[in-house]
């Protein structure tokens, strides 16, 4: 069974900065991509950055700059580094697992991260 566990959400002012991190668990686990993903109240879940088992990133326009994602891909584990947060960057982040074979994705339980003065 491939359990993601998420860890470093919480309450930060703006402008401030936050780091997120994941562990994908399972025994003979290979992960392909990890990536994180938002979701605000009221809106869809959505894209904020992704990094592949070869080092390739690909970011959402709305963090690029600010936010950096790193991973070890023999460990499973992805960081999100996030700096200069605004209010609108307030939702609960997701970390997402992609498997190729077999051919699967995974979600962690999500973690809360609030920008507000």
């Known amino acids: 069974q491939v359990q993601l566990v998420e860890s470093g959400g919480g309450l930060v002012q703006p402008g401030g900065s936050l780091r997120l991190s994941c562990t994908a668990s399972?025994?003979?686990?290979?992960?392909?991509?990890m990536a994180w993903y938002r979701q605000a109240p009221g809106k869809q879940r959505e894209l904020v950055a992704s990094?592949?088992?070869?080092?390739?990133?690909n970011y959402a326009d709305y963090v690029k700059g600010r936010f950096t994602i790193t991973g070890d891909s023999a460990k499973n584990t992805v960081s999100l580094q996030m700096n200069s947060l605004k209010p609108e960057d307030t939702a609960v982040y997701f970390c997402?697992?992609?498997?190729?074979?077999?051919?699967?994705?995974?979600w962690g339980q999500g973690t809360q991260v609030t920008v507000s003065s």
């Open positions: 997402n697992a992609f498997r190729r074979s077999p051919l699967s994705i995974y």
């Open positions: 399972g025994s003979g686990l290979r992960v392909a991509i």
């Open positions: 990094i592949s088992s070869s080092g390739d990133t």
